[in-house]
């Protein structure tokens, strides 16, 4: 039988689906191959929970609550609880230099939140108010307005860089800086990353952080 990533058992509790987050790309795929297969039986989970067990840590709240309402409006199940389970893959991404990335072609806007195991790339803006967490590195060909965190599983040599820094929050492993306030934007791209325990922001000068 193909392995299709996810596993459903039913018990007197109710269902679970077992999913392995290795065979999906990102949560919304895991989301529709979820669905697909629920909809065979159709009707059949009224009132019923299902637990997933998967590894949680590149879900967001907001994720889980979206799914949680569209499990109920589509097949009438009550709750949906996750259960953390660690893949076995390390915690801590590392492909900071050459790894997945994801990457988004249009300005992220305020109250979207973006979350990505590996390198997010942006090809716009990020807006006040949108927050951006990448397991590795974030690069926007754009302007930051809101709150980004690059190596937010650990990885602290991650980067951040911009064309423009005005950042909210600005956040690399578990270092975390405001902007300051006012004053000129340089017209030239930015680079930030740790540097003896602090985040200091850089003229982005090729080739340095490749």
């Known amino acids: 039988m193909k392995d299709d990533g996810i596993m459903i058992k039913g018990n007197k509790d109710g ?7 290795d065979k999906f790309q990102d949560f919304d795929s895991i989301v529709e191959a979820l669905v697909a297969k629920l909809q065979r039986g159709k009707g059949f989970y009224k009132g019923f929970t299902i637990k997933l ?3 949680t840590s ?3 709240h907001r994720e889980q609550s979206n799914l949680k309402n569209l499990l109920f409006d589509e097949f009438k199940i009550m709750d949906c609880i996750f259960e953390n389970k660690q893949d076995k893959k390390d915690k801590v991404f590392q492909g900071i230099y050459e790894g997945r990335t994801k990457f988004i072609r249009k300005t992220v806007r305020g109250g979207q939140c973006i979350k990505y195991v590996g390198n997010v790339v942006i090809v716009g803006d990020v807006n006040a108010g949108a927050e951006i967490y990448a397991g ?11 709150h980004v965190h690059a190596g937010y599983t650990g990885n602290e040599k991650s980067i ?14 578990s270092i975390i800086t405001r902007a300051p306030e006012g004053g000129e ?5 930015e680079i930030a990353k740790i540097k003896d325990g602090a985040i200091v922001v850089e003229p982005y000068i090729l080739n340095k952080y490749i």
């Not at 951040?160 to 492993?173: S, T």
């Not at 934007?185 to 791209?189: C, D, L, T, V």
Request: hydrophobic residues 45%; proline residues 9%.
């Open 53 to 55: 067990s998967m590894d």
């Open 185 to 189: 934007k340089p017209p030239y791209p």
């Open 136 to 146: 590795g590195n974030i690069m926007v060909l754009g302007t930051i307005r809101g």
């Open 15 to 21: 269902l679970i689906a077992v999913i392995n987050t």
């Open 58 to 60: 590149n879900v967001t």
């Open 160 to 173: 951040i860089g911009a064309f423009c820094m005005q950042p909210e929050i600005i956040q690399i492993g």
